[in-house]
Nanobody
Framework: QVNLLESGGGLVQSGGSLGLSCTASGNFEGVADMGWYRQVPGNQRDLVATISRSGDSNYADIVRDRFVISRDNAKNTVHLQMNGLKPEDTAVYYC???????????????WGQGTQVTVSP
């Protein structure tokens, strides 16, 4: 089984910073794309940032100048450094990882449980 463990959520003031981490564990061959998505109650889940195995990153326009995504392939971990946080960044943040397994060599997506990020005015 594959498990995605998220950490780093919490409450911060507007303009502050917060770092999120997500680690994949279990029995698998490798981890391809990893990323973060966020969702506000009543809304769809939106892409925040993704990063490939080779380090190519992709950001939503509204966070590109403020957030930085990175990963450690040896640890199967992805990190999201969030700077200049705004109240509109408040959401549940979900880790997503495309995991390559014995019978799914092209990979299949897994989701973390989600971690709450709240930015006060």
């Amino acid at each position: 089984q594959v498990n995605l463990l998220e950490s780093g959520g919490g409450l911060v003031q507007s303009g502050g910073s917060l770092g999120l981490s997500c680690t994949a564990s279990g029995n698998f061959e490798g981890v391809a794309d990893m990323g973060w998505y966020r969702q506000v109650p009543g809304n769809q889940r939106d892409l925040v940032a993704t990063i490939s195995r080779s380090g190519d990153s992709n950001y939503a326009d509204i966070v590109r100048d403020r957030f930085v995504i990175s990963r450690d392939n040896a640890k199967n971990t992805v990190h999201l450094q969030m700077n200049g946080l705004k109240p509109e960044d408040t959401a549940v943040y979900y880790c997503r990882a495309v995991v390559e397994e014995r019978y799914f060599p092209k990979g299949q997506p897994y989701w973390g449980q989600g971690t709450q990020v709240t930015v006060s005015p």
